[in-house]
């Protein structure tokens, strides 16, 4: 809801200043029709693009130690790929998750939760999104899929990343999805009962908007099992600082991760 706000009241100023100046204009000086015609839409598209590069030019970064992790060892293999970074588990490939990252947020900050993840023998596909917004790439997961390589696909995101990953699945009839992983985040469409859905917050969490998150209870699918962290916030399901107006964590990001990577494979394994 949030950035549907952001996105009316930016295309509302867009429009409404060319307008007002317009207007102000005209009251001393008359302007013709066709200037009018011409200076106005101009003026708009002008803003509207000025304010999607300032808004989108504001985005959080992975730390050092999170891009640590894209190095890979024996156990797990990173591959830089067009689409995503894939953490390859060597000794299975039974099971994978397809990771939307959060908006706004560099996916490599996610990398330490992924790479302990595929650890526990879960492969895991890192989704890049162009201008790191998962509702532009919400049809990567159908590449995974074409891959052919995993009896069991699951879905998961963080905060916009998990809508997005819910609107690819409401819409996706492919049987090689078995369900969906919320990370402070919940579907805005019915999602159908035959997924499994975990859904993980912490209790500390300022930014997920908990009356819609209860809202939308319904739409989670009937067999979903919520896990809250105690302590834990918005932020430190990845590695990329503080995010603003979340709340501040009682325990540390490492423990976080630790505890959501438990949760994630817990969840995963019990039904292979």
């Known amino acids: 809801m949030k950035y549907v706000l952001i996105l009316v009241f930016g295309l509302i100023a867009a429009i409404g200043i060319p307008v007002l ?21 101009v003026s708009s598209i ?54 939307y990252a959060g908006a706004k947020v560099d996916p490599v900050a996610y990398a330490p939760l992924c790479s302990q993840v595929a650890h526990e023998g879960i492969d895991v596909y890192l989704v890049k999104s162009p201008l790191y917004f998962p509702l532009l790439s919400i049809n990567a997961a159908s590449g995974v899929a074409g891959l052919k390589r995993h ?29 969906i992983v919320f990370l402070a985040s919940y579907p805005n469409k019915k999602l159908n009962d035959s997924y499994r859905c975990l859904s993980v917050y912490g209790t500390n969490d300022r930014v ?26 918005h932020s430190y399901f990845g590695d990329y600082g503080f995010q603003r107006g979340d709340g501040v964590a009682s325990i540390s990001r490492s423990e976080q991760t630790h505890m959501t990577k438990n949760a994630v494979t817990d969840f995963i394994l019990a039904a292979s």
Do not use: C
Request: glycine share 6%; aromatic share 12%.
């Open 21 to 41: 100046v317009v207007l102000l204009i005209n009251r001393k000086h008359k302007i013709k029709n066709y200037v009018k015609a011409i200076v106005i839409p």
């Open 151 to 179: 009896t069991n696909l699951y879905m998961m995101g963080h905060s916009l990343g998990g809508a997005s990953a819910a609107l690819f699945l409401s819409d996706n009839n492919d049987e090689v999805f078995k369900g």
């Open 208 to 233: 997920l908007n908990k009356e819609e998150y209860e809202k939308n209870r319904s739409n989670f699918p009937a067999k979903t099992t919520e896990i809250v962290i105690d302590g834990g916030n």
């Open 46 to 99: 002008t803003l509207i693009v000025s304010f999607a590069l300032i808004y989108f030019a504001i985005n959080y970064k992975a730390s050092d130690e999170a891009k640590s992790y894209l190095n890979g060892d024996n156990v797990v293999s990173v591959t830089y790929e067009k689409d995503w970074y894939r953490f390859d588990n060597q000794g299975s490939d039974e099971n994978a998750i397809v990771f």
